[in-house]
């Protein structure tokens, strides 16, 4: 027995359910039946011209690749973050390594069409405003792919619209609404990520909508299509924007629904057969899309083959399995009796030591051993010089002082300049009471003072050769024998009596990676004698995994360390009431800019389409609390469920960003706009169209019975794209950089927060 229900049809006038978003459980009323006594929808005889729905859809659709298209060749200079996207193309061309905090997918599907029209890497996309017909650059041809995908936005909403259940009207309107937004436009028509993101984005809501639509033929062959084809977009959009997680999470809180219903004993499902379904949604929705991220990393690394400016982002092993890696080529062992500068992985300060020495009391009255200082410096200096000498007693193997330094070796490191030996002891660092402080002693000490000055060099698992100490190549613990600490840096810095140099202390935490050095420097050795040594060695292979693991975790902490100030950066309680904008492209040319910024009426609008769906949804359930029905049940149900659906997804693509402490610009609102905008077509329903069961139908072929639900609605659909196209028309100038004189100029500055440049006059 399966656990599928179906609603009885009556006649074709009747009122029945509407075909809503993935949230929908089952109607109560429904009664389970087997698939052989299924009735089966009435077929629709079809006309010879075509449906209103299909002319609704065609009319977006034109119009939304005529406004992407238009004038895209305009400007012929580079244009904001082409800057980065247009030079990342470049360097895939070049198979060189790059950083950047965002998944290959959309910038390598940028370098494949540049790649595909003829271009041949050389150019750089240096700088804002750099002409490209000058480079020889085929700029149009790569603009017209983002703007492929920014055409598909409008007719995307519109056919979840009407997959939802919504009428002509209302999928019209939020398509309508897209083709005439500003800054849905101007972040289509530039060689930019965001485009692919939301076209992606909307690509997976319809596929699981229509998976969603077929859950009475479960596991039949739409259902796993459009299951399939949901994981696929999924895994899509991911790859383009990590901030495609909260597509994931969207659409992974309607499965979690949608299996809570089916777990219902009155389903009649058994255990093992919603087993089936939980196995078929982790497959395609969770399996799928984790092996099409992973693919996306594959192609990049097979293509960034050789070293280029994105290496030192990353360990020495990663670095090392690139071709003509300098690292690498450059590198050096380090052999008993060297002279090395250490310095710290992330600090880039040099592990120094000077004659002067803590005072008796610090600031808090704490008492020092009034040793010799041990800091970090950040320049290069005499005094950054350590003596590597072994531990004869402790390493048997050692018979020869120029050996090698290997992992595990005990050693000692004689401070050149001072004739003292590193140490610590059991007394509390100056700054940090919770670890030891780092002095030295001389080099005549006796016992115990003798076994404070062992340490044990450990290499680092990232390192390009894990055994052999090597300059630059090597990333270096250094533990004491005796205290198990670490030598630890951080970004305290110590009081004037040491010069107000970094703090180094003794961690009790070894494995910190504050404790990571590098030896970046052999005293007497010229480093260029490395690469005539060196100059046939091939790169070293760390795996894809290794890789793949390491470059995900550098994405995500320089994402988060994207904290500097930007003129341009936006709070997000500012984006649905369009306060800022960022500006794109200037030229003093008849004072033409490209400015980025919402439409300021449909943007308000869908803001109040938004508290409106909250507060209906509320009054909903506190009257059903009441036993009241404000509204029939039917549209009732639609509107907690469809738009509810909806409001779910605007806030699941907002909220997130109130929790995030990196810098923030408006283009991270476009996807919770679409949402928006599609909010606003569901209100619109619910206002002028009450026979919500017109709409009830499993193909996009309707009959013309849509025509009877008043001309209320046509007139208000009427009024409110009049108003939006004017506006549109109104901040155009802005958005395709035309002309302006400065009294039209500061007529488009609404807000002050609008920084639009010629304001001035």
């Known amino acids: 027995m399966t656990d599928h229900t179906v609603r009885q049809r009556g006649h074709p006038g009747a009122s029945k359910a509407p075909e809503v978003t993935p949230t929908d459980p089952t109607s109560k009323a429904s009664v389970a039946v087997d698939k052989s006594t299924r009735l089966a929808p009435k077929p629709i005889r079809q006309s010879a011209h075509p449906s209103p729905s299909t002319i609704a859809l065609a009319i977006v659709t034109v119009l939304s690749f005529a406004t992407r298209f238009y004038g895209l060749w305009h400007p012929a200079q580079v244009v904001f973050d082409e800057v980065h996207f247009g030079k990342f193309a470049s360097y895939y061309i070049r198979r060189t390594f790059f950083f950047d905090v965002h998944p290959p997918l959309a910038k390598m599907l940028i370098a494949l069409q540049a790649y595909l029209v003829g271009m041949d890497g050389k150019y750089l996309f240096d700088k804002i405003g750099q002409n490209y017909a000058e480079h020889h650059v085929p700029y149009l041809a790569m603009r017209s792919l983002p703007a492929f995908l920014g055409s598909l936005l409008a007719p995307g909403c519109y056919l979840i619209m009407i997959e939802s259940g919504y009428s002509v009207y209302a999928a019209f309107l939020a398509g309508m609404l897209i083709v005439f937004d500003n800054a849905l436009v101007v972040h289509s028509r530039f060689i930019l990520l965001d485009t692919f993101l939301l076209v992606f984005m909307l690509g ?12 009475y033929q479960a596991f039949s062959m739409r259902w796993w299509i459009n299951l399939a084809l949901a994981g696929l977009f999924l895994g899509l959009v991911v790859s383009v924007k990590l901030v495609g997680l909260l597509t994931i999470a969207m659409i992974g809180l309607a499965v979690v629904i949608d299996l809570w219903r089916l777990l219902d004993i009155n389903r009649g499902l058994t255990i ?22 992973i693919a996306t990393f594959y192609v990049h690394f097979m293509v960034l083959n050789r070293s280029g400016p994105g290496d030192h982002y990353f360990s020495p092993a990663f670095q090392g399995s690139l071709q003509d890696n300098p690292l690498f080529a450059n590198s050096l062992e380090v052999r008993y009796n060297h002279n090395v500068s250490l310095r710290h992985k992330a600090l880039s300060v040099f592990l120094h030591s000077h004659p002067d020495r803590y005072p008796l009391r610090y600031d808090d009255g704490r008492v020092s051993s009034k040793g010799q200082q041990v800091t970090g410096y950040p320049h290069k200096d005499a005094n950054n010089f350590w003596r590597i000498e072994p531990v004869t007693n402790a390493t048997d193997d050692i018979t020869d002082y120029t050996e090698v330094v290997q992992n595990g070796d005990t050693i000692r490191l004689l401070h050149v300049q001072t004739n003292t030996y590193l140490m610590t002891h059991d007394v509390a660092s100056p700054l940090t009471a919770t670890n030891m402080e780092m002095t030295t002693v001389g080099a005549n000490a006796t016992k115990p003072r003798y076994d404070d000055t062992l340490w044990r060099l450990e290499i680092d698992r990232t390192s390009i050769n894990r055994t052999h100490w090597m300059t630059e190549a090597s990333n270096i613990r250094l533990i004491h024998v005796k205290q198990g600490v670490g030598v630890f840096a951080h970004n305290k810095k110590l009081p004037k009596w040491a010069f107000e140099q970094t703090e180094i202390n003794g961690s009790k935490k070894p494995k910190d990676e504050g404790n990571m050095w590098v030896a970046s420097e052999i005293q007497g050795i010229d480093p260029k004698e490395a690469a005539a040594k060196s100059k046939d060695r091939q790169p070293q292979s760390i795996g894809f995994l290794a890789k793949f693991i390491e470059l995900n975790k550098v994405m995500i902490n320089r994402n988060a360390a994207l904290t500097k100030p930007h003129p341009y950066q936006s709070n997000a309680a ?6 800022r904008g960022v500006s794109y492209w200037t030229a003093n040319k008849d004072r033409q800019q490209i ?6 009426t449909g943007w308000w609008m869908a803001f109040g389409a938004l508290l409106v769906t909250s507060a209906l949804l509320l009054a909903n359930v506190l009257a059903s609390r009441r036993g009241v029905e404000p509204s029939s049940q039917l549209i009732a149900r639609h509107l907690e469920r469809s738009g509810g659906f909806l409001l779910l997804g605007w806030a699941m693509h907002y909220i997130p960003f109130f929790l995030m402490g990196r810098s923030l610009f408006l283009h991270h609102y476009l996807p919770s706009l679409l949402f928006s905008y599609m909010v606003v077509g569901a209100v619109f329903q619910y206002v002028f169209i009450t026979d919500y069961g017109r709409f009830a139908l499993r193909t996009l072929t309707s009959r013309v019975r849509h025509l009877h639900v008043g001309l209320q609605a046509g007139i208000a659909l009427a009024l409110i794209l009049a108003v939006h196209l004017a506006v549109f028309a109104y901040f155009s100038p802005l958005s395709y950089g035309s002309g302006m004189s400065v009294d039209q100029v500061l007529a488009h500055k609404w807000y002050s927060g609008w920084d639009l440049q010629y304001a001035k006059k």
């Open 272 to 293: 093992p057969q919603w087993g089936r379904h939980v196995a078929a949604r982790a497959v395609c929705l969770i399996a799928l899309p984790i092996m099409v991220y």
């Open 574 to 579: 500012t984006w649905p009431f369009v306060l």
């Open 595 to 600: 400015y980025f910024m919402g439409h300021p």
């Open 204 to 215: 997976a809501v319809l596929f699981y909508v229509r998976f969603f639509k077929a859950r």
